[in-house]
């Protein structure tokens, strides 16, 4: 089983949750890699007709594959939406997703992130097998970051 990360992280919580995760499988021996997505701008949280992917990770070769990014505004990076939307077909494909936010609760932007990575593989025939959301404050980050081990690795 060889699994690709790949990430959207600006300001590092989702890359740290998914070094984590990294470590998590390498650790029962399955193989693995993260991924990142690059974009042109260094704030790309506006327009996001005038942001430019320069790094599109490709998802070929892998049996399973960990979507994870950053919510902004109550949704999905409009990078990773950009991101997803240009992927070729996920047809057979395992999928994980997991988000990370700052507000206190899932329902502040996470739950939403989630349904709308899961609409987009679905729609590319991926087979959407787990999720999780973690909240990147002091006082959950731990406990968000344990669940969503217990949930994808
Ligand atoms: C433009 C912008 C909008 C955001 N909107 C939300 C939000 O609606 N809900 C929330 O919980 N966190 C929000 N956040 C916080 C990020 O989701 C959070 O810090 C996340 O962990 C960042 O991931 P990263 O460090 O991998 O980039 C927002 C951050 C930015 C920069």
Redesign the pocket.
Known sequence: MKTAIIIY???????RAAQKLLEKLKSTGAEAEIREIQVSNAKP?GDMSRVQLTQTPSVEGFDRLVFAS??????LSGVMKKYLSQLPKLTGNKISLFV????PLPW???NRAIRQMKSICEEKGGDVVSTAVIC?NDARRERDTADMLRRLA
């Open positions: 992280s600006n300001t590092g919580n989702t890359r949280e950053p919510v902004w505004a109550f949704s990370t936010h700052q507000l502040m932007g996470g990147a």
